[in-house]
């Protein structure tokens, strides 16, 4: 009896485990219809995003006495020319083909600023032209420093488009050597960020949440600018230009809602050559993009430790497709600065099969960051 009690008991569990089985198979097209719903929600995404639209006016920097010639200071004619687009309603700044020297350029509410084919904008090797200091981050830490190379503050409906070159200057003995690596021309006994002035300063800063108008740094530190950072800003494009040769993180949206970011190229190989970190931003929109890149291709960011915790403010709604990642640390990279979280990131049709590329995907943080994460791939 007990041989055939058994018997009875392994053919129930063998027809449950079966049953199981058969029953998981039959979900899989239920399955894969969600696979299929998230992107769904990845296209209303798309969609709520406003693309700003400008008035149908131009306004050539040559107007404003720009010079080509790659050596004149056009920092005066470029501010000039936005200035006067956004007072008069807005409209399209016009780079024509040509190089053009120029400090950093702050842009304004309702201007696109928008290089024609075979424009060069060259920023300048000074550092003395990038103060005075802006309210900025460094590494998920807000600060004051120099300005980014592009910047723009609490402004709303800004773009920059074309088809020109965004060249930064940066190189192995302009502001790469602040990183103190040999490769990109660090020489012992200089001066550079791991220094207790730079970098642990802020850091003890971010754990003693010191007030960010105290954070003071700029001259006499070496802390390196992004190079196009726009900062609790609204409807935001960049589309079609290329950024190369940039001192740190290339494309920075910190605090933004609303951006895309269409058939953008970025090719820079310097120190923390991120591509693109969308850093506390929502509605975000990265399509059609070439990431050649010494650092990660597209890393998502939320704040570094206490100072992430404290903004909390995550970085959602996130959709990356039909990109190309060239060359890089990798390919979608989420962290290492992520203490605020990160939620709805979708990616999908890219190209990450590249040699030149470490990883495709990429998650980076510590036991001190505490991020929340939500991505689908």
Same mark, same amino acid.
């Given at each position: ?21 058969? +029953? ?11 696979? /299929? ?8 995404? #798309? ?5 700003? !639209? ?21 920092? *005066? ?42 424009? /060069? ?28 190379? #592009? ?15 965004? @060249?930064? !200057? ?21 001066? !550079? *960020?791991? @220094? @207790?002035?730079?970098?642990? =300063? ?19 530190? *070496? ?12 409807? #935001? ?50 399509? +059609? ?10 890393? #998502?960011?939320?704040?570094?430790? @206490? ?13 990356i497709e039909n990109c190309e990642m060239k060359d890089g640390h990798g390919g /979608?990279?989420?962290?290492s600065e992520i203490s605020a979280g990160v939620r709805n990131v979708y990616v =999908? ?29």
């Amino acid at each position: 009896m007990k041989t055939r009690l058994r018997f009875r008991i392994y053919t129930f569990l063998f027809f449950l485990i079966v049953g199981l089985a058969l +029953n998981a198979c039959k979900e899989t097209p239920k399955d894969q219809k969600e696979v /299929v719903d998230v992107f769904a929600t990845a296209d209303k995404i #798309i969609k709520d995003i406003i693309v700003p !639209q400008f008035p149908d006016k131009n306004y050539n920097i040559m107007d404003f006495g720009a010079a080509s010639d790659g050596v004149s200071d056009n920092t *005066q004619a470029i501010k000039l020319a936005i200035e006067s687009c956004h007072s008069e309603g807005g409209g399209k700044v016009i780079v024509p083909a040509g190089n053009f020297l120029t400090g950093p350029i702050h842009l304004r509410s309702n201007v696109n600023l928008h290089l024609e084919e075979g424009a /060069v904008v060259l920023f300048t090797k000074d550092s003395k032209a990038y103060l005075p200091v802006v309210h900025t981050s460094f590494e998920g830490v807000e600060l004051m420093n120099y300005s980014p190379l #592009i910047y723009a503050y609490k402004q709303k409906n800004i773009a920059v488009t074309g088809k020109g070159i965004f @060249d930064g !200057q940066a190189s192995e003995t302009n502001w790469w050597p602040w990183c103190g690596a040999e490769r990109y021309g660090y020489v012992d006994g200089q001066p !550079q *960020q791991k @220094d @207790d002035h730079n970098l642990p =300063r802020l850091r003890k800063m971010n754990e003693e949440a010191t007030p960010v108008s105290e954070r003071l740094f700029g001259e006499g530190y *070496q802390l390196r600018p992004s190079f196009f950072e726009p900062f609790e800003c609204e409807n #935001i494009l960049i589309k079609g230009v290329t950024f190369t040769n940039a001192p740190f993180w290339v494309i920075h949206p910190i605090k933004c809602n609303s951006i895309t970011i269409d058939g953008v190229t970025v090719q820079s190989h310097g120190p923390n050559n991120d591509g693109c970190d969308p850093e506390y931003s929502k509605n975000v929109h990265i399509t +059609n993009c070439v990431f050649d890149t010494g650092d990660d291709c597209i890393a #998502i960011k939320s704040g570094r430790n @206490d100072e992430g915790r404290r903004v909390n403010i995550p970085s959602e709604n996130i959709v990356i497709e039909n990109c190309e990642m060239k060359d890089g640390h990798g390919g /979608v990279v989420i962290g290492s600065e992520i203490s605020a979280g990160v939620r709805n990131v979708y990616v =999908r049709n890219c190209n990450m099969d590249s040699p030149n590329l470490e990883r495709a995907i990429r998650i980076k943080t510590n036991t001190l960051r505490e991020a929340l994460l939500r991505m689908y791939l």
